[in-house]
C-alpha cells in the first residue's frame, strides 16, 4: 500500500508568516487578540487559542483599548487602522505582502484615475475583498460570476484586479467578457494579480489526484480555497474526499485502493495531513488484521 502525503500542499507563505507572528507575541504575552480566524482551519485556530490567541470581530474591536491586535494574512481596509489608532491600539500586521501590494496599487489606482471604475474579481463578503474594497472608499464594484458584469458601465474606463486566490482560468474568461462589452476597448486594463504561489497548486493537485486510486483533501470547511481545489481533485479523481479531521476517514474510502494521496489546502497546516496518513495506516492495519 502507498500512501502519499502531498509536499506542495499545505499552508501559503503569507499564512506561514502569519502564524510565527502570533507565535512570537505569544512567547512574550500571556495573549494576543487576532481579527478573524487567523486561518480558515479550526484544529489549528484551537491550536493557537490553547497558546493565548484570542479571536475577535469587529464589534469586539470596538470595544477595545490599549492592547495588541493581530491583523491576519488576507489584510484589512483603512477604517481598521483607523480604529486602532484612536483607541490606542498596536496594530501586529501580518498582512500577506501579496495582498499589501495589491491594496496599494488598488488604492494609486483610485486616487490617480478618479474617472475609472475599479472591478475586483472576487468572492462577496470575503475577507480579503473588503480589504481591497477599502481602498476605494467602498467605491470599487465587485464582480464574482459573469452574471454580475451589468453592474458595469461599459462607456466609462474599467480597470480590473483580482483577488490574490481566484481561478487564473476564470479570470481570463471574465477579462475577455468584459472586453467584448466596451465601448471603447482602449478603456480596459486588466491586472492579473493572483498569487502564482496558490494558482500554480492546481495544475499540481490535478496530477497528483489523478495518479491515486484514493485521494483524501485535507481542510476547515471554511476555507473557500479548500473547495476550490478539493473540486480540482474531484474532478481530476472521483474517488477525492474532502476530510477535516482523522476521525472523518472511513474504511469504506478506502476499500479496495491500492494507492493514497493525501493533500490539502493553502490553510491546512503539514502536520494535519500527516495525522490523516496516520489515520489511514492505523485502518488499514486493522483492516487486516
Given amino acids: 500500500m502507498n500512501i502519499e ?20 507575541e505569544l512567547q512574550t504575552r500571556s495573549s494576543l487578540y487576532c481579527l478573524g480566524d487567523i ?43 483607523q480604529l486602532a489608532a484612536s483607541q490606542g491600539i498596536e496594530i501586529v500586521d501580518a498582512t500577506c505582502p501579496v495582498v499589501l501590494k495589491l491594496q496599494k496599487k488598488i488604492r494609486n489606482m483610485y486616487e490617480t484615475e ?11 463578503g470575503h475577507a480579503e475583498v473588503v480589504g481591497l474594497v477599502g481602498q476605494t472608499h467602498n467605491m470599487a464594484i465587485v464582480v464574482e460570476h459573469e452574471n454580475e458584469l451589468d453592474k458595469i458601465d461599459y462607456s466609462r474606463p474599467v480597470r480590473l484586479f483580482s483577488q490574490t486566490t481566484m481561478s487564473v482560468d476564470q479570470f481570463k474568461r471574465l477579462s475577455e467578457e468584459i472586453a467584448s462589452k466596451m465601448h471603447c476597448p482602449a478603456d480596459l486594463q486588466t491586472y492579473d494579480t493572483i498569487c502564482r504561489q496558490v494558482a500554480n497548486r492546481i495544475p499540481h493537485l490535478r496530477e497528483f489526484a489523478s495518479r491515486h486510486d484514493v485521494v483524501l483533501f485535507v481542510s476547515g470547511r471554511k476555507s473557500s480555497n479548500g473547495k476550490a481545489l478539493y473540486g480540482v481533485c474531484k474532478e481530476a479523481n472521483d474517488r477525492s474526499y474532502f476530510v477535516s479531521q482523522p476521525q472523518d476517514v472511513t474504511a469504506d474510502m478506502l476499500s479496495g485502493a491500492e494507492s493514497i494521496g493525501v493533500c490539502g489546502a493553502t490553510s491546512t497546516p503539514r502536520w494535519q495531513m500527516e495525522q490523516v496518513a496516520e489515520e489511514v495506516g492505523s485502518l488499514l492495519s486493522s483492516c487486516h488484521q
Fill in 5 to 24: 502525503v502531498d509536499k506542495e500542499s499545505g499552508f501559503c507563505p503569507g499564512v506561514v508568516s502569519a502564524i510565527r507572528k502570533a507565535e512570537g
Fill in 39 to 81: 486561518v480558515h482551519n479550526s484544529v489549528e485556530v484551537k491550536r493557537l487559542e490553547d497558546q493565548g490567541l484570542v479571536t475577535i470581530s469587529r464589534d469586539d474591536l470596538c470595544t477595545l483599548r490599549d492592547t495588541k491586535v493581530l491583523l491576519r494574512a488576507h489584510g484589512e481596509p483603512p477604517s481598521t487602522y
Fill in 114 to 124: 478618479p474617472e475609472a471604475q475599479i472591478v475586483i474579481f472576487g468572492k462577496h
